[in-house]
């Protein structure tokens, strides 16, 4: 069974830090794509942070640039996301994707094949 497994979310306050973890089974993602998303409460999931298939190349929405960081250990097959400065619009479900497509990189929800159940962020003021 493939599965993509969050964990690292948690109750924090504002200016915190937290690192979030993907974990894959069943297949290797090392060379795929992947990224993440959120859902707050009431609206739609959005798009986070991207990594290319290499890792070379990375993407993210605007209002995380120079707070969040995604990162990839192939060998662990396991995605990160480094979040710092955390502010209290960053509360929701994240959740890690995997594009098994052979896209170099993708930012939309629907490239995405595989997700994780999302683990939940919350960012007290």
């Known amino acids: 069974q493939v599965q993509l497994i969050e964990s690292g979310g948690g109750l924090v306050q504002a200016g915190a830090s937290l690192r979030l973890s993907c974990v894959g089974s069943?297949?290797?993602?090392?060379?795929?794509?992947m990224g993440w998303f959120r859902q707050a409460p009431g609206k739609r999931r959005e798009f986070v942070a991207a990594?290319?298939?290499?890792?070379?190349?990375?993407m993210y929405v605007d209002s995380v640039k120079g707070r969040f960081t995604i990162s990839r250990d192939m060998v662990k097959n396991t995605l990160y996301l480094e979040m710092n400065n955390l502010k209290p619009e960053d509360t929701a479900v994240y959740y890690c994707?995997?594009?098994?497509?052979?896209?170099?990189?993708?930012?939309?929800?629907?490239?995405?094949?595989?997700w994780g159940q999302g683990t939940q962020v919350t960012v007290s003021s």
């Open positions: 994707a995997a594009e098994t497509l052979g896209r170099q990189i993708a930012v939309e929800e629907d490239q995405y094949g595989y």
């Open positions: 069943g297949r290797s993602f090392r060379r795929d794509a």
């Open positions: 990594i290319a298939r290499s890792g070379g190349t990375t």
